[in-house]
């Protein structure tokens, strides 16, 4: 399996400067002046800059993260078997009728109950 540390590390950096971007932006944008909202307007294309260096980096990461994963379809086939098990000896049955249930002791009653039997009338 590849090493994927410095993808999501290149994820991190470009959200840092992405956020920083957008603080510098709001800090602007703050004080209120035409002055500084003329500032503020110049850095936007800065941060449309640095969100699309983020979504590429974004993409990237979850490519390799992707190519990185066992092969779904192997991992979840489970063979189809054709043979009939047959209970174990001494195994208790999973549905029994309510009188042979009312012939139980308390503490079988429990085990019946707790191992996932059922009473059928």
């Keep these: 399996m590849a090493d994927l540390k410095p993808y999501f590390d290149a994820v991190n950096t470009t959200e840092v400067e992405v956020q920083r971007i957008a603080s510098e932006l709001d800090a602007l944008f703050i004080q209120d002046t035409e002055e500084a909202r003329a500032q503020a307007l110049a850095k936007k294309a800065e941060l449309d800059e640095a969100l699309k260096k983020h979504d590429e980096a974004v993409s990237t990461y979850e490519s390799r993260q992707k190519a990185n994963r066992p092969n ?42 707790k191992s996932g039997g059922s009473i059928e009338d």
Excluded at 83 to 96: F, R, Y
């Design 72 to 113: 779904e379809v192997a991992k979840n086939f489970v063979p189809v078997s054709t043979i009939k098990t047959e209970p174990a000896e001494g195994s208790q049955p999973t549905v029994i009728k309510r009188v042979d249930y009312n012939q139980l002791n308390l503490v079988d009653r429990d085990r019946f109950v």
